[in-house]
């Protein structure tokens, strides 16, 4: 297509040019009844998976109804959110903080008319296109990163992870049956963007080789001090190196303190780590960020790689599902996967889950470490 000016002039670029005007208010967007029952609500049901009741002081009742989407959604998706908002919810919707999508009605038939329509739109490959759930006790949508579409530092993807995951546990997206509401959140470096270390289940891209060092161009590409302040273990050390009669000032790295984590990378271009068959995904699981009953907990590791399988990644999918089921027949009520993993001691979990435990789980990072040690003789044979 033949260049087309929205009016921005590039030989005069500050002229007209408007800034710091921050993000409309969300007032404006607000459904009627969301707006005059603002701060009145007095209670909530939830009705059925997917759709919720606010009653406010007034009497008033605002349905919502909550579908799953891809986060990474094309505009004719949104165009069809809109025009879904348009025809049943007065032009308004809103997105959740796990990227689901949420409508919201004043009339219950409408509501669960809305329910049934969502439920029967798919794309042309089968997948619904907005299915209905991730309320209450169940799995609802995977928070989760970049992955292979966009990031340069990712082990694995973020969408194909992530669909493969919620296409294993559906089941509960569309349902309310678990002992409390499990998060599984997705993050393809160890930067985590997103919520991996506070999720019931997180998965995780690992490298396992160290990074590649590009001598030639090292030196012109990056600012040294800041790749060798960039490594948690210190396997960064400026040094120089003779290429072909050249000297080129340069970094070496201690392998055997090199852990992977791809930091020095993330500061310096001539780092690169990533690797086909050494990157990989690692498993956490209970992590909370609620206080209820327990405080919030960071999630731990407890399968430390299985090997990316594009498209489907049936050994990550396998793993998740029976560390899902496991949970759903054993937790008490409330409890969520950590507080139940805490109950029956970590020995038990790995039993009953049927994981592997090996010595890449033991904490060897600096002092703390010794904490996640077991300093008692309390455990179950
Ligand atoms: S988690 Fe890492 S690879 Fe993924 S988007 Fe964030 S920085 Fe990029
Ligand atoms: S990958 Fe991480 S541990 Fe290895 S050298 Fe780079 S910063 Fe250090």
């Not at 059925?48 to 919502?64: Q, R």
């Not at 546990?169 to 049956?177: A, L, N, R, S």
Request: glycine fraction near 8%.
């Amino acid at each position: 297509m033949a260049f087309i000016s929205s009016g921005y002039n590039p030989s005069k670029p500050m002229e007209g040019r408007i800034s710091d005007i921050g993000p409309r208010h969300f007032s404006e967007f607000l459904p009627p009844v969301i707006a005059k029952n603002f701060g009145k609500w007095e209670y909530h049901e939830i009705l059925e998976p997917g759709v919720l009741c606010h009653t406010a002081e007034s009497g008033d009742k605002a349905y919502t109804v909550r579908c799953g989407s891809a986060r990474l959604v094309s505009v004719s998706y949104v165009r069809e959110l809109c025009d879904i908002a348009d025809k049943f919810c007065g032009g308004h919707l809103r997105f959740t903080t796990r990227n689901n999508v949420e409508f919201i009605l004043d009339d219950k038939q409408a509501a669960l008319d809305l329910k049934a329509y969502l439920n029967s739109q798919k794309f042309e490959g089968g997948s619904y296109k907005f299915p209905v759930g991730g309320t209450g006790a169940g799995v609802t949508n995977i928070v989760h990163t970049q992955g292979w579409v966009h990031c340069h530092t990712p082990a694995t993807d973020a969408s194909g992870t992530v669909k493969v995951t919620m296409d294993a546990v559906f089941d509960q997206f569309q349902d309310m049956k678990l002992p409390a509401p499990v998060r599984i959140s997705m993050a393809c470096c160890l930067n985590m963007c997103g919520a991996v270390h506070c999720s019931d289940i997180a998965i995780l891209g690992v490298h396992r080789k160290p990074p590649l060092i590009d001598h030639e161009y090292l030196d012109n590409l990056c600012e040294i001090p800041l790749a060798v302040a960039a490594c948690p273990t210190g396997a960064v050390r400026p040094t120089k190196v003779e290429l072909e009669g050249k000297t080129y000032k340069t970094v070496a790295i201690k392998e055997e303190r090199c852990m992977f984590c791809g930091n020095c990378y993330t500061m310096c271009p001539s780092l690169p780590l990533s690797d086909g068959e050494g990157d990989g995904i690692a498993i956490m699981v209970g992590g909370k960020i609620s206080n209820r009953i327990t405080k919030p907990s960071f999630s731990k590791v407890v399968v430390p790689f299985v090997p990316n399988e594009p498209p489907r990644w049936p050994t990550m999918t396998k793993v998740i599902k029976k560390i899902l089921e496991v949970y759903a027949e054993e937790a008490n009520k409330y409890e969520r996967l950590g507080d139940w993993a805490n109950r029956i001691g970590w020995e038990r979990f790995f039993e009953k889950c049927e994981l592997e435990f090996s010595a890449h789980l033991i904490d060897d990072f600096r002092d703390p470490a010794y904490y996640t040690w077991r300093q008692t003789t309390q455990f179950k044979w």
